[in-house]
């Protein structure tokens, strides 16, 4: 067949698929959306399927029977499990507005724009390999439909390898072609919501086409070349060297099947493509319902006559002559149906550029969004924030990522390439894709996990992933030292990428996958557990986690302070996603709320959310919250903000329940600075007291002297008697002042702490005898009975004799002075205690009611009152006697009842 | 008509010198020792003027002047108060309760008998 006619159908075939994404972006545009339709949804799911299943499966197939399968069984299982993993990613990403798997796990993990980054860099290398497989596949199949022109020849398939030039490389011109037509579907405008409806609506149909080609190769091989399937089986089972492919070998393979469905299962969520078409495309969360058997349903269709055509191709062709990968056009072309062929080539076309152009579409996305622009932004001299329109920036930015990805592919297909199946190459993306999963999954479903996890995980991930399959590959290919291959890194055979620590006898994407999974999720769970999260980590955790609770719906979690012009947030927005559209879309939001923005100069909260949310579907959430918050006046409040506002709240909370706590204390030291003051007072007024007191004291006295000295003085005629009389009155109270001044002084010294003692230990009985002694003449005047009962043997104690005999001498004065004359009795007891010494002096006389006993003892205070007769005395001596005996560590009490006596006793302690 | 004076105080000696004072100036002389004893006196018989001390056993001296201030009858009694305690607010309180006038102790007995002879003149 010459290669005008295939390169004309095939650039017909491209052209009418652009007419159908043409059509569906006009469609939408017109809001008469082309994909709302669920089928359309499943289809365009079922990009999954590329050239590797459209060539690979049946290669895969000759080497390992049903080896081929674990690729469709993992996402069957998962498609199980789509409403509660995929519908929960689906409302996460229209609550957030995400705009691929980057900016998924950066929204998650605190708006992290490194962490988007990381996502975007793993994609893009682990991706590469398997865009070099589909560039591979379409030129291969190229070749041989051209070559291969002789009904009944062999089909020779001389694939392009590193020594073909450039100019004669098919796989080069593939590769430019499918760029262009990537750029042409994927970045023809930037879309407010980063749908591509007409991308959408090709793909879907390519998936249409590839089914049917291939089935249509499958039905003319098994009923056409042979006799219906079981003829096919049959004819292989007699076959010795093929019969080993309808049984399991052994348990590594059995382990390798389990691994590769695990791991499918993961990729069907993860793969950047898939996450575009199910998660980011997915116009209604309701298709997802049709699709979890719709897809399942189109793989078992697609996979129907894997194991026909290969068997068919073993038994047809010669082992070495034609590669099993492309049994699918060999087979049709070696019975001369070319048109068969053609059309089989037109399904592996499909299956190549429905994967390139999604796959490509996806990654610019993130290299744009969550690479690039973080970047420029961040370079102030770029200035973009003030640029007019950035949305050909925009463009230009996602079509130059494409055309690099590609050629990246291209290079891996011509540096490496050439050493791999088709399967091997697409399953080294796979363990790659696979790494997304543990941050992705537990993203949504593990709230504890933290952004420094996240990344701890992908990079241990990608880390292992690099060491155990990319690196290796590179290796195998003469572009990296044999050697550590062979022998591991510097010669440790426990660092062999394709047995690590020893672990051999697996496949080594199996052997890989576990490693690289382990570290994935080893890192992600001990760094979570050991790392806290920041206030916006936190809450976003929650917002992905809980989508499904009606609080979940806010998503924008944005608090706005400060007012930002309507005219400046529409502007701000349209320099990203063009004027045309910004208007449109805030025409919309007013519509819908029944506003008119015209009047509306300052926007509210929900506007500038509204604002953010397009930017973010523009340029991803991070940079679109750095837009707004650049240009609407720095008075966005982020939610890190709003933390620290309320840590701040917190502190002057904490704070402020100091002040109160001081101010109580505060409250509490007034109080008792009062009580003290109170007590300052009352002590002044007890002063007062005292001094008018002594100055009473002191002047009774004093009046008498004066009186009588000027009587005298003045009345030279009295006779002689009377003289002496009255001058018996003038010495007497001299003596009574003198002896008030002593007391005072005393007191005074005793309270002021300087009066000298002499204390040592003495004989209290001694002390007694020699105050009985003093005051005997004073008994004795007034006829007073003095009895005496000393106990000898009392043990001595420390004292100081004057002062003791100064209380024995108060307490008798005081007897004497209440005892009746004449008949008054006084009994003087000393006796040892327990305590020590206790001496007691007792009277006869009126005794003291109950309520005085205390009172006796304050100065000036003479219980005496109650007598018509003022006793003398200056009422200090008890108060005295008191100071002395606490003085001496002793107390002194009175024991009476009026009417019966008193009794003064003290006690004096021994000697410690 | 001979005058007659009440001299109140619990102190002896003081009573002792203004009963010779009062005496030797030529008035007739009467004597209480606690301000219940001058009130039966002044019911027995008004005196003229008293020396009522302030400082004394059960009724005071400002409790004695207020009562016998209450009486109507008693409206002609003179008052000196007598007191040890100097201070200016006591004076303002003694002359409040109605005496006529006041002299601290220690006096000069000159003082007191020129006074009572001026209130009795």
Same mark, same amino acid.
């Given at each position: 067949?010459?290669?005008?006619?295939?390169?004309?159908?095939?650039?017909?075939?491209?052209?009418?698929?652009?007419?159908?994404?043409?059509?569906?972006?006009?469609?939408?545009?017109?809001?008469?959306?082309?994909?709302?339709?669920?089928?359309?949804?499943?289809?365009?799911?079922?990009?999954?399927?590329?050239?590797?299943?459209?060539?690979?499966?049946?290669?895969?197939?000759?080497?390992?029977?049903?080896?081929?399968?674990?690729?469709?069984?993992?996402?069957?299982?998962?498609?199980?499990?789509?409403?509660?993993?995929?519908?929960?990613?689906?409302?996460?990403?229209?609550?957030?507005?995400?705009?691929?798997?980057?900016?998924?796990?950066?929204?998650?993990?605190?708006?992290?724009?490194?962490?988007?980054?990381?996502?975007?860099?793993?994609?893009?290398?682990?991706?590469?390999?398997?865009?070099?497989?589909?560039?591979?596949?379409?030129?291969?199949?190229?070749?041989?439909?051209?070559?291969?022109?002789?009904?009944?020849?062999?089909?020779?398939?001389?694939?392009?390898?590193?020594?073909?030039?450039?100019?004669?490389?098919?796989?080069?011109?593939?590769?430019?072609?499918?760029?262009?037509?990537?750029?042409?579907?994927?970045?023809?405008?930037?879309?407010?919501?980063?749908?591509?409806?007409?991308?959408?609506?090709?793909?879907?149909?390519?998936?249409?086409?590839?089914?049917?080609?291939?089935?249509?190769? @499958?039905?003319?091989?098994?009923?056409?070349?042979?006799?219906?399937?079981?003829?096919?089986?049959?004819?292989?089972?007699?076959?010795?060297?093929?019969?080993?492919?309808?049984?399991?070998?052994?348990?590594?393979?059995? @382990?390798?099947?389990?691994?590769?469905?695990?791991?499918?299962?993961?990729?069907?969520?993860?793969?950047?493509?898939?996450?575009?078409?199910?998660?980011?495309?997915? /116009?209604?969360?309701?298709?997802?319902?049709?699709?979890?058997?719709?897809?399942?349903?189109?793989?078992?269709?697609?996979?129907?006559?894997?194991?026909?055509?290969?068997?068919?191709?073993?038994?047809?062709?010669?082992?070495?002559?034609?590669?099993?990968?492309?049994?699918?056009?060999?087979?049709?072309?070696?019975?001369?149906?070319?048109?068969?062929?053609?059309?089989?080539?037109?399904?592996?076309?499909?299956?190549?550029?429905?994967?390139?152009?999604?796959?490509?579409?996806?990654?610019?996305?993130?290299?744009?969004?969550?690479?690039?622009?973080?970047?420029?932004?961040?370079?102030?001299?770029?200035?973009?924030?003030?640029?007019?329109?950035?949305?050909?920036?925009?463009?230009?930015?996602?079509?130059?990522?494409?055309?690099?990805?590609?050629?990246?592919?291209?290079?891996?297909?011509?540096?490496?390439?050439?050493?791999?199946?088709?399967?091997?190459?697409?399953?080294?993306?796979?363990?790659?894709?696979?790494?997304?999963?543990?941050?992705?999954?537990?993203?949504?479903?593990?709230?504890?996990?933290?952004?420094?996890?996240?990344?701890?995980?992908?990079?241990?991930?990608?880390?292992?992933?690099?060491?155990?399959?990319?690196?290796?590959?590179?290796?195998?290919?003469?572009?990296?030292? /044999? @050697?550590?291959?062979?022998?591991?890194?510097?010669?440790?055979?426990?660092?062999?990428?394709?047995?690590?620590? @020893?672990?051999?006898?697996?496949?080594?994407?199996?052997?890989?996958? !576990?490693?690289?999974?382990?570290?994935?999720?080893?890192?992600?769970?001990?760094?979570?557990?050991?790392?806290? #999260?920041?206030?916006?980590?936190?809450?976003?955790?929650?917002?992905?986690?809980?989508?499904?609770?009606?609080?979940?719906?806010?998503?924008?979690?944005?608090?706005?302070?400060?007012?930002?012009?309507?005219? +400046?947030?529409?502007?701000?927005?349209?320099?990203?996603?063009?004027?045309?559209?910004?208007?449109?879309?805030?025409?919309?939001?007013?519509?819908?709320?029944?506003?008119?923005?015209?009047?509306?100069?300052?926007?509210?909260?929900?506007?500038?959310?509204?604002? *953010?949310?397009?930017?973010?579907?523009?340029?991803?959430?991070?940079?679109?919250?750095?837009?707004?918050?650049?240009?609407?006046?720095?008075? $966005?409040?982020?939610?890190?903000?709003?933390?620290?506002?309320?840590?701040?709240?917190?502190?002057?909370?904490?704070?402020?329940?100091?002040?109160?706590?001081?101010?109580?204390?505060?409250?509490?030291?007034?109080?008792?600075?009062?009580?003290?003051?109170?007590?300052?007072?009352?002590?002044?007024?007890?002063?007062?007291?005292?001094?008018?007191?002594?100055?009473?004291?002191?002047?009774?006295?004093?009046?008498?002297?004066?009186?009588?000295? *000027?009587?005298?003085?003045?009345?030279?005629?009295?006779?002689?008697?009377?003289?002496?009389?009255?001058?018996?009155?003038?010495?007497?109270?001299?003596?009574?002042?003198?002896?008030?001044?002593?007391?005072?002084?005393?007191?005074?010294? !005793?309270?002021?702490?300087?009066?000298?003692?002499?204390?040592?230990?003495?004989?209290?009985?001694?002390?007694?005898?020699?105050?009985?002694?003093?005051?005997?003449?004073?008994?004795?005047?007034?006829?007073?009975?003095?009895?005496?009962?000393?106990?000898?043997?009392?043990?001595?104690?420390?004292?100081?004799?004057?002062?003791?005999? #100064?209380?024995? $001498?108060?307490?008798?004065?005081?007897?004497?002075?209440?005892?009746?004359?004449?008949?008054?009795?006084?009994?003087?007891?000393?006796?040892?205690?327990?305590?020590?010494?206790?001496?007691?002096?007792?009277?006869?006389?009126?005794?003291?009611?109950?309520?005085?006993?205390?009172?006796?003892?304050?100065?000036?205070?003479?219980?005496? +009152?109650?007598?018509?007769?003022?006793?003398?005395?200056?009422?200090?001596?008890?108060?005295?006697?008191?100071?002395?005996?606490?003085?001496?560590?002793?107390?002194?009490?009175?024991?009476?009842?009026?009417?019966?006596?008193?009794?003064?006793?003290? /006690?004096?302690?021994?000697? $410690? | 008509?001979?005058?007659?004076?009440? $001299?109140?105080?619990?102190?002896?000696?003081?009573?002792?010198?203004?009963?010779?004072?009062?005496?030797?100036?030529?008035?007739?002389?009467?004597?209480?020792?606690?301000?219940?004893?001058?009130?039966?006196?002044?019911?027995?018989?008004?005196?003229?003027?008293?020396?009522?001390? /302030?400082?004394?056993?059960?009724?005071?001296?400002?409790?004695?002047?207020?009562?016998?201030?209450?009486?109507?009858?008693?409206?002609?009694?003179?008052?000196?108060?007598?007191?040890?305690?100097?201070?200016?607010?006591?004076?303002?309180?003694?002359?409040?309760?109605?005496?006529?006038?006041?002299?601290?102790?220690?006096?000069?007995?000159?003082?007191?008998?020129?006074?009572?002879?001026?209130?009795?003149?």
């Amino acid at each position: 067949m010459s290669g005008a006619v295939v390169i004309g159908v095939a650039f017909a075939y491209l052209c009418l698929l652009f007419a159908i994404a043409y059509w569906g972006d006009k469609r939408a545009d017109a809001r008469r959306s082309l994909i709302a339709h669920p089928a359309i949804y499943a289809l365009s799911i079922a990009v999954y399927c590329t050239s590797w299943t459209f060539y690979g499966s049946v290669g895969r197939a000759t080497q390992t029977g049903v080896g081929f399968l674990p690729i469709y069984l993992g996402p069957t299982l998962m498609a199980a499990l789509w409403w509660l993993v995929l519908r929960k990613m689906v409302r996460i990403s229209k609550t957030h507005r995400i705009t691929s798997i980057a900016d998924f796990v950066s929204s998650r993990y605190g708006k992290s724009t490194f962490l988007s980054g990381l996502v975007t860099v793993i994609a893009v290398i682990g991706i590469m390999p398997y865009i070099s497989l589909q560039l591979k596949a379409v030129s291969a199949s190229f070749t041989a439909l051209v070559e291969f022109a002789a009904p009944g020849s062999t089909p020779g398939l001389p694939l392009p390898g590193a020594d073909t030039p450039f100019h004669a490389d098919t796989a080069l011109y593939v590769a430019a072609i499918l760029a262009a037509f990537a750029i042409l579907f994927g970045t023809r405008h930037i879309d407010a919501s980063e749908h591509h409806e007409g991308m959408v609506a090709a793909i879907a149909f390519e998936s249409i086409v590839k089914l049917l080609a291939f089935l249509a190769v @499958g039905l003319f091989v098994a009923f056409g070349l042979f006799a219906g399937p079981g003829d096919i089986f049959r004819q292989a089972a007699e076959r010795a060297d093929l019969a080993r492919l309808f049984t399991m070998p052994d348990a590594g393979a059995i @382990g390798d099947f389990v691994a590769l469905t695990l791991l499918s299962m993961l990729v069907i969520l993860c793969l950047p493509r898939q996450f575009q078409v199910s998660v980011v495309e997915c /116009v209604d969360e309701v298709h997802i319902k049709r699709a979890m058997w719709m897809f399942p349903l189109y793989l078992l269709l697609i996979n129907l006559f894997v194991l026909p055509i290969a068997f068919a191709g073993l038994l047809t062709f010669q082992p070495g002559t034609v590669h099993p990968d492309l049994f699918v056009l060999a087979l049709p072309l070696s019975q001369g149906h070319q048109f068969l062929a053609l059309f089989a080539f037109i399904g592996g076309l499909s299956a190549a550029t429905g994967m390139i152009i999604v796959e490509t579409v996806a990654l610019a996305t993130m290299v744009c969004n969550d690479l690039v622009m973080p970047v420029l932004l961040r370079i102030e001299g770029l200035n973009l924030a003030q640029r007019r329109d950035l949305s050909r920036l925009l463009l230009a930015i996602r079509r130059w990522t494409i055309v690099v990805v590609v050629l990246l592919g291209y290079l891996y297909v011509r540096l490496i390439g050439q050493s791999f199946a088709l399967v091997t190459i697409g399953l080294v993306s796979f363990a790659a894709a696979a790494q997304f999963a543990p941050v992705l999954l537990g993203g949504i479903f593990w709230r504890g996990a933290t952004r420094a996890g996240a990344v701890a995980g992908l990079m241990g991930g990608f880390g292992v992933w690099l060491y155990t399959l990319l690196l290796p590959s590179f290796a195998r290919s003469g572009w990296l030292p /044999v @050697g550590f291959v062979d022998h591991g890194l510097f010669g440790f055979a426990l660092l062999k990428p394709y047995a690590l620590f @020893g672990l051999s006898g697996l496949d080594p994407i199996t052997h890989s996958l !576990i490693w690289s999974l382990i570290a994935n999720l080893g890192f992600y769970i001990a760094v979570s557990l050991a790392s806290g #999260q920041g206030a916006i980590e936190r809450i976003q955790a929650a917002l992905f986690v809980d989508v499904f609770r009606p609080s979940g719906e806010a998503g924008g979690g944005r608090f706005w302070r400060g007012t930002a012009p309507v005219a +400046d947030l529409q502007e701000l927005v349209g320099r990203f996603v063009g004027e045309e559209a910004a208007a449109r879309a805030f025409a919309l939001y007013a519509a819908e709320r029944g506003l008119d923005l015209a009047l509306q100069g300052e926007a509210d909260a929900d506007l500038v959310n509204f604002a *953010e949310r397009i930017l973010a579907g523009a340029i991803g959430a991070a940079s679109a919250r750095v837009m707004v918050a650049s240009v609407a006046k720095g008075e $966005v409040v982020g939610l890190q903000e709003v933390m620290e506002i309320l840590d701040e709240a917190s502190q002057i909370l904490a704070y402020s329940q100091k002040l109160e706590m001081k101010s109580k204390e505060l409250e509490q030291a007034t109080a008792e600075l009062t009580a003290a003051n109170e007590r300052l007072k009352e002590l002044d007024r007890l002063k007062d007291d005292f001094v008018s007191t002594i100055t009473h004291e002191l002047r009774t006295p004093l009046t008498s002297i004066r009186s009588f000295s *000027e009587i005298l003085h003045d009345n030279p005629e009295l006779d002689l008697g009377q003289r002496q009389e009255f001058l018996r009155i003038v010495i007497s109270e001299s003596e009574r002042l003198t002896r008030l001044i002593n007391q005072v002084l005393d007191l005074a010294k !005793i309270e002021a702490g300087s009066l000298d003692w002499d204390i040592r230990t003495l004989d209290v009985a001694e002390a007694v005898r020699a105050a009985l002694t003093a005051t005997q003449r004073l008994a004795g005047d007034k006829g007073v009975t003095l009895t005496v009962d000393l106990e000898a043997g009392a043990p001595p104690v420390p004292a100081d004799r004057d002062r003791l005999i #100064q209380v024995m $001498v108060n307490l008798l004065s005081n007897a004497v002075k209440f005892a009746p004359p004449d008949k008054g009795r006084i009994a003087v007891t000393l006796a040892a205690t327990p305590e020590g010494v206790r001496v007691s002096v007792a009277d006869n006389g009126p005794g003291i009611p109950a309520d005085h006993h205390e009172a006796v003892f304050d100065k000036f205070r003479q219980v005496g +009152d109650t007598l018509t007769e003022k006793p003398e005395g200056s009422g200090l001596g008890l108060a005295i006697s008191r100071t002395i005996l606490e003085h001496l560590g002793g107390r002194i009490w009175v024991e009476s009842r009026p009417g019966e006596g008193a009794t003064f006793n003290f /006690v004096l302690p021994r000697a $410690v | 008509m001979t005058r007659s004076v009440l $001299v109140v105080d619990d102190e002896s000696n003081i009573v002792l010198s203004l009963e010779f004072l009062m005496k030797q100036a030529g008035f007739d002389v009467r004597v209480a020792r606690d301000g219940e004893a001058a009130l039966t006196e002044v019911a027995k018989s008004p005196p003229d003027l008293i020396l009522l001390d /302030v400082m004394m056993p059960k009724r005071d001296g400002y409790d004695v002047c207020q009562t016998i201030r209450a009486n109507p009858d008693w409206k002609n009694v003179r008052i000196i108060m007598l007191t040890a305690k100097g201070r200016d607010i006591e004076r303002e309180k003694g002359l409040a309760m109605g005496a006529d006038d006041y002299i601290t102790k220690p006096f000069s007995t000159r003082e007191v008998v020129e006074r009572v002879k001026h209130y009795l003149a």
